[in-house]
């Protein structure tokens, strides 16, 4: 389900709020005494459109000739970004930073350097208590400005103490720039690639991130340069299948806005996202207590009005709450129940179309994929795995291979033999083509060619040689991915017993709490 239109001017029309709309519409009218604007005229016709149609659109609008459509669109883009900038945001940080240094502006254009000065020093004040490094460095570039064009007189030893401010937030900004332009490359990789395939390539990762740390990165004390630092350690950890460490660093992002609670109004996003790897972390170490107490934490925070204010905050809850409660249906084993979501799940997926990044709807289809696999809906669980087949992306080889191996298993259950055989060469040659083979996935596809060709009476025997011969995986890192992708042995011990797959790993599920309580 990719976007359902690329023009930028209809999405942002479909992005707004009632409320939002009409202060458009008062803040256009305010500003001409053409009652008929065709400016309007166009915000109305592509309002009420559901898919951007621009032959639809002229005909809707024959005051509109096709020639001014391009730059009417154009001036439209601008005003509605105008009229939400003059929306009051008190919560927002950066707008409210970002008036007041308009403010400053104004009155150092009317000679007012000393009222100039003064509100920069209360805007210093807020990007100090945000840790606003950025515009920090702004603030002080104007105050030297204005101290080195004009005799203000407004302190003592003023140069030094600006040279000085100006030094210490320069580093801070270098630091924070590496450790952020760090995170960022590290999650790129996982993005394009998932996890690690080998052993070459979990100490690529490692090395890459000691060699771009900062120096004394243990040492650092502020909010930015710990967020990035934390987040760099979990990528690193999440690619190299060290979920342990991954849950350290996780727990310690979360932790950071528990010791530095006023940023959790400032980076709103970045507190969600560290909630959706801590989650990820416990559904990775089948920690299931932990999860359903993260999942409760981040529900209350999502009815909080911090999370509420825009469609962004809404839609990453939707997006990482949906993940978490999948994951702890496949950890119980209950994938029937799990299914009850998926009605749910799909409204929210075409509502929020315009704004949903390709990785998460791939992410979404081939977890609900598995949760019909699971309750033994193969057919279900085909169609979803073809939307992922199907749509031609460079993300995420590991999910494209997993669908694809998914896929054939699918097609066996339901004995699409003839099927099978060019299905085999075919997903065995593009996971060859993207180096993507790991030890369970040749043992699986041993079996599968072999499996065509042996007669009822021998399947079981073969199901019983592929479980001993899986089994030896287990304990290595890199095959990990393996198991948490697709539980091939709850798989093989489904068929070797005769039950249904979610019975067996809800039996086993009950075993563990057993052991625990």
């Known amino acids: 389900m990719p976007n359902r239109s690329t023009d930028t001017t209809f999405q942002l029309i479909k992005s707004l709020e009632k409320s939002e709309k009409r202060n458009f519409k008062l803040y256009v ?3 001409s005494a053409d009652p008929n604007l065709k400016i309007i005229q166009l915000f109305d016709a592509m309002d009420k459109m559901d898919e951007y149609d621009e032959a639809n659109l002229l005909r809707k609008t024959p005051s509109i000739a096709k020639q001014q459509l391009s730059n009417l669109k154009a001036h439209l883009y601008k005003s509605i970004l105008s009229s939400l900038r003059l929306i009051k945001q008190e919560d927002n940080i950066t707008i409210q930073l970002n008036e007041q240094m308009d403010f400053a502006r104004i009155l150092y254009n009317k000679g007012l350097y000393l009222q100039s000065l003064k509100v920069l020093d209360k805007m210093k004040e807020l990007a100090r208590q945000y840790e606003q490094i950025t515009y920090l460095q702004q603030i002080l570039f104007f105050e030297k400005k204005i101290e080195a064009l004009y005799i203000t007189r407004s302190m003592q030893d ?3 103490k600006l040279t000085k401010e100006s030094v ?10 590496q450790l952020s332009n760090l995170s960022l490359q590290l999650y790129s990789w996982y993005i394009k690639n998932g996890v690690a395939r080998n052993e070459k390539e979990g100490d690529d990762a490692k090395e890459y991130f000691e060699k771009h740390l900062p120096k004394h990165a243990d040492k650092l004390t502020g909010f930015y340069e710990q967020l990035y630092l934390f987040q760099s350690h979990c990528w690193v950890a999440f690619i190299r299948q060290d979920y342990l460490l991954y849950y350290r660093y996780t727990q310690k992002w979360v932790d950071l806005f528990e010791k530095y609670p006023a940023m959790i109004e400032a980076e709103t996003a ?7 790897n801590l989650m990820s972390a416990h559904f990775d170490l089948s920690n299931e207590a932990k999860l359903n107490e993260t ?65 998460r709807v791939l992410t979404f289809y081939y977890k609900i994929a598995c949760l019909y696999f699971g309750s033994g809906n193969n057919e279900k669980a085909i169609e979803y795995l073809n939307k992922i087949i199907n749509w031609k992306v460079d993300l995420r080889t590991d999910l494209q291979c997993y669908a694809r191996l998914l896929h054939l298993i699918a097609h066996f259950e339901l004995g699409n033999y003839d099927l099978l055989e060019y299905l085999i060469k075919s997903v065995y040659r593009f996971m060859g083509k993207m180096e993507n083979l790991s030890g369970v996935e040749e043992e699986m596809f041993r079996f599968l060619r072999d499996a065509l060709q042996l007669s009822p ?33 709850s798989w093989l011990e489904s068929k070797i017993e005769n039950v249904p797959v979610q019975d067996i790993i809800h039996n086993k599920y009950k075993r563990q709490k057993k052991t625990i309580a």
Do not use: W
């Open 168 to 177: 210490a937030v320069e580093e801070q900004l270098t630091t924070v720039s």
């Open 270 to 276: 970045h507190y969600i996202k560290g909630m959706h």
């Open 29 to 31: 009218k305010r500003n």
């Open 457 to 489: 009476a021998k399947i079981k025997p073969a199901f019983i040689t592929l479980l001993d011969s899986i089994r030896q995986y287990e304990g290595n890192r890199f095959e990990t991915r393996a198991f948490v992708y697709l539980d091939v042995v």
């Open 158 to 160: 003023r140069a030094d």
């Open 295 to 359: 999942i409760e934490q981040l529900e209350k925070f999502a009815h909080r009005k911090v999370a509420q204010q825009n469609e962004n905050y809404r839609i990453l809850c939707f997006v990482y709450l949906s993940i978490a409660k999948i994951n702890k249906h496949f950890l119980e084993g209950t994938f029937t129940q799990g299914l009850r979501l998926v009605p749910g799940i799909e409204e929210k997926l075409d509502e929020y179309g315009l704004y949903l990044d390709r990785h």
